[in-house]
């Protein structure tokens, strides 16, 4: 067995994280950013220890709220596209289970970040202990299963040994491009405090570095033929192409072979939009120009997108009946989605060998020239939604405007997650270099804005951080401004209060339904809630402001640079105008039956849209 060191479970897997290293831009540096922790009866004595040891070594965070904490550490990650992530312990039960959310939004977007949940006694000796939950039926189970389907790796650790295979096992999934995700590892408060002789090797250095599948031969023969066939072909990039540090080879094919290209929600930022074949947005958030190529497209070019209902207009944007679609993915799961002709490998070197395959082919002229019209007629009409105004209550895309015009640039980061603001900005944030556009929209979860703005500074602090949230968001998880202040990790933060949830209100109304429980003033109300915002933000120690005008947000933005610390500033916003250019329909079920007019027509509306429906 060789030379063995004695530790309890708890300090072998601190030793183990600082062992961990990969490298970037040729320097080898740890893969852990940190370990966010809350500590409880569940994790204080034996992970809370442990982490105090290799405090020099690892970073450990504290914050308010376990959700947010952890939602911090998957910003953290998704920033550094994958290259390094953080951990996060908590104690068992509520602190536990309140993480479940935040592994929801990793797991659907595909991000990293190591779980480490307090769990109850291994030996149950002192059942039920504080805070556990029993099965009447099954005595294994325990409220971190919870973590089971949202997680791309479970072990629950019930011998300090186990701990071994779990940790090589969680980092072989963290650092896998196809299988990258949350990992949980449910750790038995009384095995973080056990002892075991554990084998030095174990805690040798170890090097991560990123695999690159190559494509093959015969899948990309067949691309390679279909792409030459094409006429009007277009790429939709995913956020794949951001993951695989492809954007170079992106732009380079694209000017290559002629073909525009959009982009999804998480794909955005993976080529400079104001290069001539870029024409934003695509699907139900799309621009004009970029949802008017995908209708006539005969050929897509899907790399690195789970082609998500908000990309494809609930597959009905794309009308080309000779439609054909290649998915270049690392995931033949989503490659292979409605009928796609599959060409499963790294997105950068999958556009490399597709490049080499198409030398001296190049899309027809007449749709570089059609891409540049629509493209011309999209931006009139972008300029024009997010032109300044003297309205009392102005548009979210107004707003939008004033913080590009001021923050807007290279050294920007852009972070939302929810609400009618993700819709806007897809279509409007003028992304010009990679990450500087942060959305989560897979899961599109409320409360992951201020949290996550914090984990995007955390990865790169050399950045102005700014964080768009509206009022209903805010009001979910707000905690970690304090945080932000505590830890001297400036933000910026927006925030708009149309004083409801004003993007479900509209949808509601969409929908033939009568404005209720979604605005404040229409939901049931003895006294009508008076939030101050401001105030609030400022209790936390950040810099507030409430501004009455678009000129006075663009002063007060201007005026945030010189501030010390996280800075809020409110305004309040109309909650029903919306840009009206761009834009598709998007598949929500609609009641068949209904005493209301309103709701049999848009049934009725409904129903014809379906029949655009691409079903495969």
């Not at 999804?264 to 074949?277: F, M, V, W, Y």
């Not at 024009?384 to 640039?409: K, Y």
């Not at 810099?543 to 007060?556: F, N, P």
Request: contains cysteine.
């Amino acid at each position: 067995m060789g030379k063995t060191i004695r530790l309890t479970m708890a300090q072998a897997v601190a030793q183990f994280l600082t062992k961990q290293m990969t490298v970037i831009d040729g320097k080898k540096v740890p893969i852990f950013g940190g370990v966010w922790a809350i500590f409880g009866h569940g994790n204080v004595a034996g992970m809370g220890e442990a982490l105090y040891q290799i405090r020099e070594q690892l970073p450990v965070y504290r914050a308010h709220n376990e959700q947010g904490m952890a939602h911090a550490a998957i910003a953290y990650a998704k920033t550094s596209v994958r290259q390094r992530f953080m951990a996060c312990t908590t104690s068992i039960g509520p602190g536990a289970l309140n993480m479940v959310t935040a592994a929801g939004v990793a797991h659907v977007n595909r991000i990293p970040v190591l779980f480490l949940p307090g769990d109850v006694f291994a030996n149950r000796a002192p059942d039920p202990v504080l805070q556990q939950i029993e099965d009447f039926g099954d005595g294994t189970v325990s409220a971190n299963d919870a973590f089971r389907p949202v997680s791309r790796y479970f072990d629950r650790i019930t011998r300090p040994e186990q701990i071994i295979s779990a940790l090589k096992r969680a980092m072989q999934v963290l650092t896998d491009p196809l299988d990258c995700g949350p990992v949980t590892l449910s750790l038995c408060q009384d095995v973080q405090a056990e002892a075991f002789d554990y084998p030095e090797s174990f805690f040798q250095e170890h090097v991560w570095t990123q695999r690159r599948p190559q494509p093959d031969a015969d899948e990309l023969a067949d691309a390679i033929a279909l792409i030459r066939k094409a006429e009007r072909p277009i790429i939709i990039a995913g956020g794949g192409v951001l993951y695989s540090r492809a954007t170079a080879e992106l732009e380079a094919f694209a000017e290559t072979h002629g073909i525009p290209v959009v982009v999804t929600q998480a794909g955005k930022s993976a080529i400079d939009e104001t290069h001539p074949l870029s024409l934003g947005s695509v699907g139900v958030t799309g621009t004009s120009a970029a949802n008017a190529l995908a209708e006539d497209a005969d050929l897509i070019l899907a790399v690195g997108t789970r082609c998500q209902d908000f990309t494809t207009g609930s597959w009905a944007l794309f009308k080309n009946d000779r439609l054909s679609i290649v998915g270049l993915n690392i995931a033949a799961y989503d490659a292979a989605k409605h009928e796609a002709h599959t060409l499963v490998a790294d997105a950068r070197e999958g556009l490399k060998a597709l490049s080499s395959g198409l030398s001296g082919w190049k899309a027809p002229a007449a749709l570089a020239e059609r891409a540049a019209h629509e493209k011309k007629t999209w931006m009139e009409g972008a300029e024009r939604a997010m032109a300044t105004t003297n309205a009392v209550l102005p548009s979210d895309a107004q707003v939008i405007g004033a913080v590009s015009r001021t923050l807007g640039g290279e050294n920007s980061i852009v972070v939302c997650a929810a609400g009618g603001l993700p819709g806007e900005l897809h279509k409007l944030w003028p992304a010009t270099v990679p990450g500087s556009y942060h959305m989560e929209y897979g899961f599109s979860c409320m409360g992951y804005e201020l949290a996550g703005g914090l984990g995007a500074k955390l990865a790169r602090p050399d950045k102005n951080v700014v964080v768009m949230v509206g009022d209903g968001s805010y009001m979910m998880l707000n905690s970690e401004i304090a945080t932000s202040v505590m830890l001297g990790m400036k933000l910026t933060v927006i925030l708009l209060d149309n004083r409801g949830y004003g993007c479900i209100n509209r949808l509601q109304m969409a929908t033939g339904g009568a404005n209720f429980n979604n605005l404040l003033k229409d939901s049931y109300h003895e006294v009508m809630p008076e939030i101050d915002f401001r105030a609030h933000a400022e209790s936390m120690g950040a810099v507030a402001v409430k501004v009455g005008s678009i000129a006075e947000l663009e002063q007060a933005i201007e005026a945030s640079r010189t501030n010390d610390r996280t800075s809020v500033i409110v305004i309040d916003t109309d909650p029903l105008i919306t840009t009206q250019e761009g834009g598709h329909w998007w598949e929500v079920a609609v009641p068949e039956v209904s005493p209301r007019r309103q709701v049999n027509e848009a049934h009725s509306n409904y129903i014809a849209k379906r029949a655009d429906q691409r079903i495969a």
